[in-house]
């Protein structure tokens, strides 16, 4: 239920607003929306003949309130949680590195109370003698994982915390996320992670030492110069400690030696409690998966939207749910890259709310360059910079000599290994979650690919259809092209209704969303002949959709033009990676639908050579869950 604006404010929900800064009205708000102005009370969007107000709660947890500022004294560390009435208890153990090829802690038996917002982790009495697995006592340095909970049970972060000495206690300089393997090629990679303060952290491989010449907190150091499909120890130096993994570079494009890469997509936090809920994200499902992908010898895995609950208006809030999802894949991303593009969910916004649940605009948040959904996710994660620059320069462009779009940079992008390319779309750009009022304010809309991607993708189609080394194309973007269960209303469908599409500055854009996804299949079908497969999500399920020209595509009656189409290519939807499942609901194409399931589930690909076999397996339980060769 969305409630009015006085319905909040009787409620209370308002008297803690944020209620709005002058600071945070310095900006104009964008052109690209009608009616969006600068009231006495703050942002208010017309709507209508009503004016709408902008409510801005305060977050309910950040990412820094949650990492708890620990501070070392005579016994162990403290933590401060800045909030006196925060309550609840933080479980911790020794993160044994060196142990496991995959280091996770092994929390104690003990658990330390936080009361008016602090917590104390007593190391020297605790986790002394017989409980000391780590060798502090010796060394005078380890590392503990903690995890913050409130008094309901629900995991709220998952942190780590490096410390030296033997009493007195000194927190150190610590990676708190990564290292994380990124653009992989032939020739090297990139190392990125966080560390919990300002150093020049530095990179050892191959006898080479890879160093930064500022000191930073976020860390993205290339290593060059080396030798192709082969594996390198690597060692992260950081302050005065180490950590070592490994990687293996891509073989020489076209080397066409066999190998097998994974998918999946929708890892927001699911039902039933404890891991399948940490703050955001369903991390129980998320280690199953990730670690079945090691077990599977992946060389790499694309994930493609949804990691996250979302739809927040505070980005370091977002900040938190991606924290925890990159905690969840971290100890096994140490080895391979894990590709990651945007979902719906992944949504940061401005709400602006009414008398009645019509009276509801939600849109993408601003500033674009700092607070959008896409800024955000730019922020957090590390993805090829080679796709649009934004869709400023499209025919709706209402000011062509200054930048009004978000960014495309790290959420539109492609890469290669071996004789395989991947095109990685968004199709929740700019995105507008109210879409009943979307012809009102504008905004994108869900399950679109607004025109300046849609160029794109097909001068990279293109691109890669010329490529001698590349045999087999795969394409990947968070809404299906043809719902199965759970989006039918909407994505690159919604129910057969071509009227939908998004609207900028008060003009529609000319193609309707049936329309559109037309344009997009001539693209991969008819204009290229290696394009395999449609990668999506956004449905909380896995199926198998055969598009060809024998599947019907389009509503009764249907007045519009229709592509014709000249191979046959699928669908593979996996969203079943711990979101809330979804069941089958029929389409004109369920003829063409199998293998669906609402079980978990982990795309892999088998390539070698010419050939391609998928095989699905279920994270949980091992069970096979379709199976098919593609080519």
């Given at each position: 239920?969305?409630?009015?604006?006085?319905?909040?404010?009787?409620?209370?929900?308002?008297?803690?607003?944020?209620?709005?800064?002058?600071?945070?009205?310095?900006?104009?708000?964008?052109?690209?929306?009608?009616?969006?102005?600068?009231?006495?009370?703050?942002?208010?969007?017309?709507?209508?003949?009503?004016?709408?107000?902008?409510?801005?709660?305060?977050?309910?947890?950040?990412?820094?309130?949650?990492?708890?500022?620990?501070?070392?004294?005579?016994?162990?560390?403290?933590?401060?949680?800045?909030?006196?009435?925060?309550?609840?208890?933080?479980?911790?153990?020794?993160?044994?590195?060196?142990?496991?090829?995959?280091?996770?802690?092994?929390?104690?038996?003990?658990?330390?109370?936080?009361?008016?917002?602090?917590?104390?982790?007593?190391?020297?009495?605790?986790?002394?003698?017989?409980?000391?697995?780590?060798?502090?006592?010796?060394?005078?340095?380890?590392?503990?994982?903690?995890?913050?909970?409130?008094?309901?049970?629900?995991?709220?972060?998952?942190?780590?915390?490096?410390?030296?000495?033997?009493?007195?206690?000194?927190?150190?300089?610590?990676?708190?996320?990564?290292?994380?393997?990124?653009?992989?090629?032939?020739?090297?990679?990139?190392?990125?992670?966080?560390?919990?303060?300002?150093?020049?952290?530095?990179?050892?491989?191959?006898?080479?030492?890879?160093?930064?010449?500022?000191?930073?907190?976020?860390?993205?150091?290339?290593?060059?110069?080396?030798?192709?499909d082969t594996e390198y120890p690597y060692t992260v130096i950081y302050g005065n400690n180490k950590l070592n993994f490994s990687f293996r570079t891509a073989p020489l494009p076209g080397t066409r030696k066999p190998f097998v890469f994974a998918y999946a997509s929708d890892s927001r936090n699911g039902q039933g409690g404890?891991?399948?809920?940490?703050?955001?994200?369903?991390?129980?499902?998320?280690?199953?998966?990730?670690?079945l992908a090691s077990q599977q010898k992946v060389s790499f895995f694309q994930f493609s939207g949804d990691l996250i609950n979302g739809y927040l208006s505070s980005p370091e809030e977002t900040d938190l749910e991606y924290a925890n999802w990159k905690r969840a894949i971290q100890p096994f991303a140490h080895y391979f890259?894990?590709?990651?593009?945007?979902?719906?969910?992944?949504?940061?916004?401005?709400?602006?709310?009414?008398?009645?649940?019509?009276?509801?605009?939600?849109?993408?948040?601003?500033?674009?360059?700092?607070?959008?959904?896409?800024?955000?996710?730019?922020?957090?994660?590390?993805?090829?910079?080679?796709?649009?620059?934004?869709?400023?320069?499209?025919?709706?462009?209402?000011?062509?000599?200054?930048?009004?779009?978000?960014?495309?940079?790290?959420?539109?992008?492609?890469?290669?290994?071996?004789?395989?390319?991947?095109?990685?779309?968004?199709?929740?750009?700019?995105?507008?979650?109210?879409?009943?009022?979307?012809?009102?304010?504008?905004?994108?809309?869900?399950?679109?690919?607004?025109?300046?991607?849609?160029?794109?993708?097909?001068?990279?189609?293109?691109?890669?259809?010329?490529?001698?080394?590349?045999?087999?194309?795969?394409?990947?973007?968070?809404?299906?092209?043809?719902?199965?269960?759970?989006?039918?209303?909407?994505?690159?469908?919604?129910?057969?209704?071509?009227?939908?599409?998004?609207?900028?500055?008060?003009?529609?854009?000319?193609?309707?969303?049936?329309?559109?996804?037309?344009?997009?299949?001539?693209?991969?079908?008819?204009?290229?002949?290696?394009?395999?497969?449609?990668?999506?999500?956004?449905?909380?399920?896995?199926?198998?959709?055969?598009?060809?020209?024998?599947?019907?595509?389009?509503?009764?009656?249907?007045?519009?033009?229709?592509?014709?189409?000249?191979?046959?290519?699928?669908?593979?939807?996996?969203?079943?990676?711990?979101?809330?499942?979804?069941?089958?609901?029929?389409?004109?194409?369920?003829?063409?639908?199998?293998?669906?399931?609402?079980?978990?589930?982990?795309?892999?690909?088998?390539?070698?050579?010419?050939?391609?076999?998928?095989?699905?397996?279920?994270?949980?339980?091992?069970?096979?869950?379709?199976?098919?060769?593609?080519?």
């Open positions: 239920m969305i409630m009015s604006y006085r319905q909040l404010l009787k409620i209370g929900i308002l008297s803690a607003l944020s209620l709005f800064t002058g600071e945070l009205f310095a900006q104009k708000p964008p052109s690209l929306h009608l009616g969006i102005s600068n009231g006495e009370g703050g942002y208010q969007a017309k709507l209508g003949d009503q004016v709408l107000q902008e409510y801005v709660t305060k977050p309910k947890y950040t990412l820094d309130q949650m990492i708890g500022r620990p501070k070392g004294n005579s016994k162990g560390i403290l933590f401060d949680f800045d909030n006196p009435e925060f309550a609840g208890r933080v479980y911790f153990g020794f993160i044994p590195y060196g142990d496991s090829r995959h280091p996770m802690p092994v929390y104690f038996r003990m658990y330390s109370e936080i009361l008016s917002g602090r917590a104390f982790i007593n190391i020297q009495d605790n986790l002394s003698g017989r409980f000391d697995m780590v060798g502090w006592e010796k060394s005078g340095v380890g590392t503990l994982g903690y995890r913050v909970m409130d008094l309901q049970g629900s995991i709220l972060y998952d942190g780590i915390v490096t410390f030296e000495g033997t009493g007195p206690f000194s927190v150190v300089c610590t990676v708190t996320e990564g290292p994380f393997v990124n653009l992989l090629s032939h020739d090297g990679a990139t190392i990125s992670f966080e560390t919990s303060e300002k150093t020049k952290a530095a990179v050892s491989v191959n006898d080479q030492l890879f160093a930064e010449e500022k000191a930073a907190t976020h860390h993205e150091i290339r290593l060059t110069g080396l030798q192709p404890g891991e399948r809920d940490i703050y955001g994200t369903n991390a129980y499902i998320m280690k199953k998966i990730m670690a890259p894990v590709y990651i593009s945007m979902g719906n969910h992944e949504a940061v916004v401005r709400d602006f709310v009414g008398e009645t649940r019509r009276d509801f605009v939600s849109i993408d948040r601003w500033p674009y360059d700092t607070e959008s959904a896409e800024a955000v996710f730019k922020r957090n994660f590390v993805n090829p910079v080679n796709g649009p620059e934004s869709e400023d320069g499209a025919v709706y462009d209402p000011n062509p000599k200054k930048t009004d779009f978000p960014s495309y940079e790290e959420n539109v992008f492609y890469y290669t290994y071996d004789n395989v390319g991947v095109i990685v779309l968004n199709s929740d750009y700019w995105y507008s979650p109210s879409a009943s009022t979307i012809d009102d304010v504008g905004g994108g809309l869900h399950g679109y690919i607004m025109d300046q991607q849609l160029k794109w993708l097909k001068e990279t189609v293109a691109l890669l259809e010329k490529d001698a080394n590349i045999d087999h194309v795969f394409i990947t973007q968070h809404t299906p092209a043809f719902p199965n269960g759970g989006h039918v209303a909407d994505d690159m469908w919604y129910n057969g209704n071509n009227e939908y599409r998004p609207w900028v500055a008060g003009q529609k854009l000319e193609k309707g969303i049936i329309e559109r996804r037309d344009e997009y299949l001539d693209i991969l079908v008819n204009q290229s002949t290696k394009v395999a497969a449609i990668f999506t999500g956004d449905e909380h399920n896995y199926a198998l959709t055969k598009i060809n020209s024998e599947t019907n595509i389009y509503p009764e009656g249907y007045p519009g033009s229709k592509v014709n189409l000249s191979r046959t290519i699928y669908q593979v939807n996996n969203g079943a990676a711990g979101a809330p499942y979804y069941a089958q609901e029929q389409t004109p194409w369920t003829p063409k639908v199998t293998g669906f399931t609402t079980q978990n589930a982990l795309v892999l690909m088998f390539v070698d050579g010419k050939k391609i076999r998928m095989q699905v397996l279920n994270p949980d339980t091992l069970e096979e869950v379709d199976s098919l060769d593609m080519r």
